[in-house]
Antibody, heavy 118, light 110 residues
Framework: EVQLVESGGGLVQPGGSLRLSCAASGFTFSSYEMNWVRQAPGKGLEWVSYIGSGGRAIYYADSVKGRFTISRDNAKNSLYLQMNSLRAEDTAVYYC???????????WGQGTLVTVSS | QSALTQPPSASGSPGQSVTISCTGTSSDVGGYNYVSWYQQHPGKVPKLMIYQVSKRPSGVPDRFSGSKSGNTASLTVSGLQAEDEADYYCSSYVGGNVYVFGTGTKVTVL
């Protein structure tokens, strides 16, 4: 069974940092592109970042470029999102999602809540 | 990377059809046949319903169909059922593995 489990969310002050993790199981993690998608409370979905299966191709939404860094460790079946210079508008549930074909996310984790507030 | 435009709400009675639009530009929806649709029930994770404009993943009822004309994609739910009441989001490829979601549409079954 495919499983994606996020962790690392929590309360952080504006300007602070947080590192999210996504543990994958039930499939060959190294064969799949992965993404982070977020959803602010009561709001819509926002694509955050993409990483290729080998970890070399990386893309970001303009809203997080220069502040967030996506990475993966295929040996550990894990995806990461390092978030720096956090702002109140980064408050959201962050989901990791498996990309089965271009832009098609077939499995999602349950999400981890990040709250940026003083 | 501006969000694609969807109507905030749509509704229909059981058995009827409802169509949701997703309007972008020639740089996203109009430029590629990579438009997907997701269903999200309250408190749940999104579920892929349509991919590559009009294809259905295994297990998705054929009541769900997708299409595209120019810069606007559409999702039609035929034979509405109570369990179809949810939020629906479109998404599009923008180029270089950059993606954008729509603003979301709340579908109500009357």
């Amino acid at each position: 069974e495919v499983q994606l489990v996020e962790s690392g969310g929590g309360l952080v002050q504006p300007g602070g940092s947080l590192r999210l993790s996504c543990a994958a199981s039930g499939f060959t993690f190294s064969s799949y592109e992965m993404n982070w998608v977020r959803q602010a409370p009561g709001k819509g979905l926002e694509w955050v970042s993409y990483i290729g299966s080998g970890g070399r191709a990386i893309y970001y939404a303009d809203s997080v470029k220069g502040r967030f860094t996506i990475s993966r460790d295929n040996a550990k079946n894990s995806l990461y999102l390092q978030m720096n210079s956090l702002r109140a508008e980064d408050t959201a549930v962050y989901y990791c999602a498996r990309e089965v074909t271009t832009i098609d996310f077939d499995y999602w984790g349950q999400g981890t809540l990040v709250t940026v507030s003083s | 990377q501006s969000a694609l435009t969807q109507p905030p709400s749509a509704s229909g009675s059981p058995g009827q059809s409802v169509t949701i639009s997703c309007t972008g530009t020639s740089s996203d929806v109009g430029g590629y046949n990579y438009v997907s649709w997701y269903q999200q029930h309250p408190g749940k994770v999104p579920k892929l319903m349509i991919y590559q404009v009009s294809k259905r993943p295994s297990g998705v009822p054929d009541r769900f169909s997708g299409s595209k004309s120019g810069n606007t994609a559409s999702l039609t739910v035929s034979g509405l059922q109570a369990e179809d009441e949810a939020d629906y989001y479109c998404s599009s490829y923008v180029g270089g593995n950059v993606y954008v979601f729509g603003t979301g549409t709340k579908v109500t079954v009357l």
